[in-house]
């Protein structure tokens, strides 16, 4: 299996209508060699690293709605007793660059929770050591 060392978030939408990391990911990694578009392929899509993070490690999320779209999203870092840590609201954005200071967290885990204007919800699990 061919490994794709690139680092950077610039997504596509797969033949298979599913958004990958960039072509790289989508051809070598999934097998996917037809590219619909750039960009995510609805909704919207969300890729962050590192995980874990480190005590004073930034944390730096990338957001991508479909190719010429632009639209609102709600950013917090939640953890699993609901308590909100970090809160951003960014307007009107096909695609943005994040970053969280995590230096406040506690060890843990917490939920990066996202919702669009175009009504989709993403959640994904971090880390804190």
């Known amino acids: 299996m061919y490994q794709c060392n690139i680092q950077f978030y ?38 962050f690293y590192p995980n874990p993070v480190g005590p004073s490690t930034t944390l730096t999320i990338n957001l991508s709605h479909p190719e010429y779209v632009n639209a609102n999203a709600d950013v917090k870092i939640v953890d699993m007793f609901g308590k909100v840590w970090e809160h951003r609201i960014i307007n009107n954005f096909n695609r943005m660059t994040i970053q969280f200071d995590v230096l406040t967290l506690k060890t843990g885990l917490y939920l990066i929770v996202v919702t669009s204007s175009l009504n989709t919800f993403m959640v994904r699990k971090l880390a804190k050591y």
Do not use: W
């Open 10 to 47: 610039d997504p596509v939408c797969g033949c298979d209508h599913v958004t990958y990391r960039n072509l790289c990911n989508a051809e070598f990694n999934h097998g996917v060699k037809t590219i619909l578009r750039q960009g995510a392929c609805s909704g919207i899509d969300m890729d």
